[in-house]
């Protein structure tokens, strides 16, 4: 239906599919339909696990299609750190959401992706740095995308 919906308007539309699996059976059958039902890449995101298992099952279907992959990082490292995502890259092209840091991706440090040749960094406006409402919107953010609570002690305040 997204892609239908867009038909009326004198633009072109792409839209990337859900590209968090670990599962390479037969290329990831379920990466494998979601482009062929029209997705022009796929997006990874910590959400649902931007594992280093998950990271490289959507490159290899990518090598494979010759489509884009898209990766939000795991900004609390949970899965993994900075180097080892990375590493699960294994030289292939990727693009990173929020490199600079701010709006997501491996605290303190994603910035580190953009010496790799094959990353394309970019940035989105949640993260703009500088603004007025810049940490307490994080903060919330970061509550809300990881299900944690201020009332805690273990968690962010």
């Known amino acids: 239906f ?16 859900k590209g968090n699996t670990s599962d390479m059976g ?3 059958q379920a990466l494998v339909e979601q482009i062929e039902a029209g997705a022009i890449g796929l997006k990874i995101h910590e959400d649902w696990g931007s ?5 490289d099952c959507a490159l290899e ?5 010759d ?12 899965s993994s750190c900075v180097e080892q995502t990375i590493e699960a890259f294994h030289g292939r092209t990727i693009h990173t959401y929020h490199t600079e840091g701010a709006g997501g991706g491996h605290a303190p440090d994603i910035i580190r992706v953009c010496s790799e040749p094959n990353c394309i960094p970019s940035s989105t406006n ?4 500088y ?13 809300v995308c990881h299900h944690l609570d201020k009332n805690l002690k ?3 305040r």
Not at 61 to 65: D, F, I
Not at 67 to 78: A, G
Not at 131 to 143: A, I, P, Q
């Open 126 to 129: 949640p993260t703009r740095p």
């Open 154 to 156: 273990e968690d962010p």
């Open 26 to 28: 037969k290329l990831s």
């Open 67 to 78: 489509i884009q992959i898209l990766i939000h990082t795991d900004t609390l490292n949970e």
């Open 131 to 143: 603004t007025r409402n810049t940490v307490d919107e994080h903060l919330d953010m970061l509550l």
């Open 51 to 55: 594992t280093p298992a998950a990271i």
């Open 2 to 17: 997204m892609i239908e919906s867009t038909d009326g308007f004198p633009m072109n539309f792409g839209f990337t599919g």
């Open 61 to 65: 279907v990518a090598e494979a299609l």
